[in-house]
C-alpha cells in the first residue's frame, strides 16, 4: 500500500464517508429509505411487467403508507437508501466519443445507493470516490450507458462538477459475442504464461478500437502516445482475434529479436530457475535417462496439448459425463482462492462425490486434458504449477475438441451445478 492524497483507497475502510453522503442526499430530499421487502419487490415489478411497463421502480411505486413507514422504522426493519428519480422525461447525456445520448427516464430505477448492510452500491461509491479523488475524466465501457443518467443525478445532488464522460465500445469475439471471462482467458497471465511478448501484446490491446493515422499495424508504446487521438476510436465493437495476436507476437519475435535477445525471453518465461525448480521434483523420480524429460515435462512448456476426441475414448466415462464433469472443474476452479494442491483436491473430492466417482475414474480425462497424455507427471501437481489460467484454459479447450457445450446443454448445467455450488457452500 504505498498511500496517496486522497486515502484510503480500500472501499472497506471509507464505510462511514459513503454513510455520510448517502445521509446527506436523505437530508435534502433527493434519496429515501425504503423498508420494502425483496418479495414486495418481485411483485411491484410484476405487476408492472403486466402492465407492458418499464420494469423500472420510481419513488412513488416504493412508497408506504406513512403509518406503516413508521412501524417498520420503529421495529428495526432492515432498509436501504435509494435515490429519487424523474418519473418521466429525457436525460442528456454528454460524451466525448458518441456526442449527446439521450436516455429515456421511464427506464431509470430508483437505484440502491446504500445496502441493508451498510455497503454503498457502485453507483455511490463511485461519484462519492472520483469527487473526492479529482478525477477528470472518466472512461469505461459502453455497457455503464444507461448508468450515466444516475451518476449525472447524483453530481447534480451534491452540487459537484461532473467529470467528463466517454463511453468505449466492448472488446468482441470473433463470432460477435462479447468478450467473456467465464469463455475467454481474459487475464494477462494467461497471455505471459503462453509465451506472448509484452510489447506484441501492448501494441495488440492498443490497436483494439484505435488505429494510428498511416493504419500500421506494428507500432510501439511511445510512437501510440505520440499520435493518439481519442476521437480515432471507432464504435464498431473492435473484434479480440488471437490468431492476428500471435502473428503479431510472431512478428516481433522476427523482426525485434535476435537471437541473445530470443533466449533471454525464453529463460524469462519458463526456463528459468524458479519455474524449472518447481518441475524437477515432478520429473526426476518418473525418469532413467536426461532424454526422456522432454517428453514426460513437455506439456509444462506448451501452450497446450494437442488433445483429439478420440483420446478421451479410453476412460470409463460417457461422453455427456466427460463434458459435464470437465465443466463443472472449470467452474469449481473459478471459485479457488488460493490455488493451492490442497485446495484443488478439496474441489476434486467434491466433484468425486457428486459424480460418485473414484478419484482415479475422475482424473483420468482432466489428466488427457490437462497434460495431453495418459502417463505423465502427476496432474494435481501440474495444474498447481501450470496455474489457474493455463488449467481453466486446457480444460475449456477439452470441452471444445470433446463437441462444446450448447446453449441449451448450458442452461442444463448450470442448473445442476448451482445445486452442487449450494451443497459446497
Not at 418481485?42 to 406503516?68: F, I, N, Y
Not at 447534480?156 to 464522460?165: D, I, R
Not at 468425486?352 to 488427457?368: C, N, Q, S, T, W
Amino acid at each position: 500500500d504505498v498511500g496517496g492524497p486522497h486515502g484510503p483507497y480500500r472501499q472497506s475502510e471509507r464505510g462511514d464517508l459513503y454513510t455520510h453522503y448517502a445521509n446527506q442526499l436523505v437530508e435534502s430530499g433527493h434519496a429515501f429509505k425504503c423498508y420494502r421487502t425483496s418479495e414486495e419487490l418481485d411483485e411491484l415489478r410484476e405487476t408492472r411487467k403486466a402492465s407492458g411497463m418499464h420494469l423500472a421502480l420510481k419513488p412513488a411505486d416504493l412508497v408506504l403508507p406513512q403509518e406503516e413507514q413508521e412501524r417498520r422504522e420503529q421495529e428495526g426493519w432492515p432498509y436501504v437508501v435509494r435515490m429519487k428519480v424523474p418519473a418521466q422525461g429525457t436525460c442528456i447525456i454528454n460524451d466525448m466519443l458518441r456526442g449527446p445520448i439521450e436516455v429515456d427516464w421511464a427506464q431509470v430505477d430508483a437505484q440502491v445507493l446504500l445496502k441493508s448492510d451498510g455497503m454503498p452500491t457502485y453507483h455511490l461509491a463511485n461519484v462519492v470516490d472520483d469527487h473526492l479523488m479529482q478525477i477528470t475524466h472518466v472512461l469505461r465501457g459502453e455497457e455503464w450507458i444507461n448508468s450515466a443518467p444516475k451518476h449525472q443525478l447524483l453530481y447534480e445532488y451534491f452540487g459537484w462538477e461532473m467529470p467528463v464522460l466517454c463511453h468505449m465500445p466492448l472488446l468482441r469475439n470473433p463470432d460477435k459475442s462479447k468478450l467473456s471471462k467465464r469463455k475467454n482467458p481474459t487475464s494477462i497471465n494467461y497471455y505471459r504464461r503462453m509465451g506472448y511478448l509484452p510489447q506484441a501484446v501492448l501494441n495488440y490491446l492498443g490497436r483494439m478500437g484505435w488505429s494510428m493515422p498511416d493504419e500500421r499495424e506494428k507500432f510501439s508504446l511511445e510512437e501510440m502516445m505520440v499520435h493518439f487521438d481519442i476521437q480515432r476510436v471507432s464504435l464498431g465493437g473492435p473484434v479480440f482475434d488471437l490468431e492476428k495476436l500471435t502473428w503479431l507476437n510472431g512478428l516481433y519475435i522476427r523482426e525485434d529479436l535476435d537471437d541473445q535477445t530470443f533466449l533471454k525471453a525464453l529463460m524469462e518465461w519458463a526456463f528459468n530457475e524458479a519455474y524449472v525448480g518447481q518441475i524437477l521434483p515432478q520429473v526426476r523420480p518418473r525418469v532413467e535417462t536426461l532424454s526422456q524429460v522432454a517428453p514426460l515435462a513437455g506439456h509444462f512448456f506448451s501452450g497446450g496439448p494437442v488433445v483429439s476426441k478420440e483420446d478421451f475414448g479410453d476412460t470409463k466415462l460417457d461422453h455427456d459425463t466427460t463434458v459435464k464433469l470437465l465443466q463443472f472443474l472449470v467452474w469449481r476452479c473459478e471459485t479457488v482462492s488460493g490455488w493451492n494442491k490442497d485446495a484443488l483436491l478439496g474441489e476434486v473430492k467434491l466433484l468425486a462425490g457428486h459424480f460418485e466417482l473414484k478419484m482415479k475414474d475422475l482424473l483420468a480425462p482432466v489428466f488427457i486434458a490437462i497434460t495431453g497424455s495418459t502417463a505423465s507427471t502427476s496432474v494435481m501437481d501440474a495444474m498447481v504449477i501450470l496455474g489457474s489460467d493455463l488449467t481453466r484454459a486446457r480444460l475449456r479447450h477439452a470441452i471444445e475438441v470433446l463437441g462444446g457445450v450448447s446453449k441449451k446443454q448450458a442452461k442444463r448445467l448450470e442448473k445442476e451445478y448451482r445445486e452442487l455450488d449450494t451443497q459446497a457452500s
